[in-house]
C-alpha cells in the first residue's frame, strides 16, 4: 500500500506553498514527513518561476518536534543528519522561505522556524524547547536557532521548557511578525518579495544567512552525534516513554 503524502506542494503565481499535513501526531518529524520537506523544497528551489517559499501547516499544531514512536525504537544518527540536512536545504535554497503558522510549535518545530527567514505567527502559537524536560538538549536544531535568539531568552526557555506565546517569540527574535490574520500578513509579505529579482533575492538571502550556515559548518556534525547519544541514553529512554505513558518522568519532582 502507498503511503499517504505528509508534505503538500502548490505552486501559483510565484508562491510555493509547502504544508506539513500529519494531523494524527501533530506534524511530528518522522522519518517520512522529513524526507518529503526535503524533497518538496528541492522541487520549489529548481523551479525557476518560483520566487518564495511559503512552509505552513494543517491542523492546531504547526510541528511538534521529533516523532517519539520513532525515536525509542532504535539509533537516531541517521535522523540526526536527515534533519541536519533539512535544516541545511531551508538555509541554502536561493528561494526567500517565510514561515506561516498559527499552532504549537515544539522543539525540532522551532528549528524549522529557525531556518526560515521570515516567520509571521498568528495568535493560537505557542513555543516551547521542551528536549530538556525528555533528557535531552535541542541540539541540531540549535545551529539554526541560536544564531536567531537573544542570548538570555535562549538560556531560559533551553534550560526550563517553559511554554512561551507569540509576543514573546517576536521579543526573543524566534519571529518576525506577529499577526491576528497570518495569511493577509504572509501575502502582505510576499507581495513585497515578488517586486525582487531572483538574483537580489538569492544573494541577499546568503548575506543574511551566513551566520547560521558558518555555525552548521563549524558544529553540525558534533550536534548529530549528541543528539545520538543522548537519545541512546537511559534518562532519554525514560523521558520519552514517560511522555508518551502521560505520566511525569521519575526525576520531575
Known amino acids: 500500500m502507498t503511503e499517504a503524502e505528509l508534505v503538500h506542494l502548490d505552486i501559483d503565481r510565484g ?17 517520512q514527513l ?18 518564495a517559499v511559503v512552509l505552513t501547516h494543517s491542523g492546531t499544531t504547526f510541528c511538534a518536534g521529533a516523532d517519539l514512536s520513532e525515536a525509542r525504537g532504535g539509533s537516531m544518527t541517521g535522523t540526526a543528519s536527515t534533519l541536519l540536512r533539512l535544516i541545511r536545504g531551508l538555509i541554502d535554497t536561493s528561494k526567500p522561505v517565510i514561515a506561516s503558522i498559527d499552532g504549537n510549535v515544539r522543539a525540532g518545530g522551532l528549528g524549522l522556524i529557525g531556518a526560515c527567514d521570515i516567520v509571521v505567527a498568528g495568535p493560537r502559537c505557542t513555543f516551547a524547547l521542551t528536549e530538556v524536560r525528555l533528557g535531552l538538549a535541542a541540539a541540531v536544531i540549535s545551529v539554526a536557532l541560536l544564531p536567531r535568539l537573544d542570548e538570555r531568552a535562549a538560556a531560559r526557555y533551553f534550560l526550563t521548557g517553559e511554554t512561551f506565546d507569540t509576543a514573546e517569540a517576536v521579543r526573543i527574535g524566534a519571529v518576525t511578525v506577529a499577526a491576528d490574520d497570518i495569511r493577509e500578513s504572509t501575502a502582505a509579505i510576499t507581495a513585497h518579495l515578488l517586486k525582487g529579482s531572483p538574483q537580489g533575492l538569492a544573494e541577499s538571502k546568503r548575506l543574511i544567512t551566513a551566520r547560521v550556515r558558518a555555525t552548521i559548518d563549524a558544529d553540525g556534525e558534533r550536534m548529530v552525534e549528541l543528539s545520538a547519544r543522548l537519545f541512546a541514553s537511559e534518562e532519554a529512554r525514560e523521558g520519552m516513554v514517560a511522555f508518551l505513558e502521560r505520566r511525569p518522568p521519575r526525576w520531575a519532582v
Open 15 to 31: 508562491i510555493a506553498t509547502i504544508t506539513l499535513d500529519s494531523p494524527h501526531n501533530r506534524n511530528a518529524l518522522s522519518a
Open 34 to 51: 522529513v524526507t518529503e520537506l526535503g524533497e518538496r523544497l528541492r522541487t520549489a528551489d529548481g523551479d525557476a518561476g518560483v520566487r
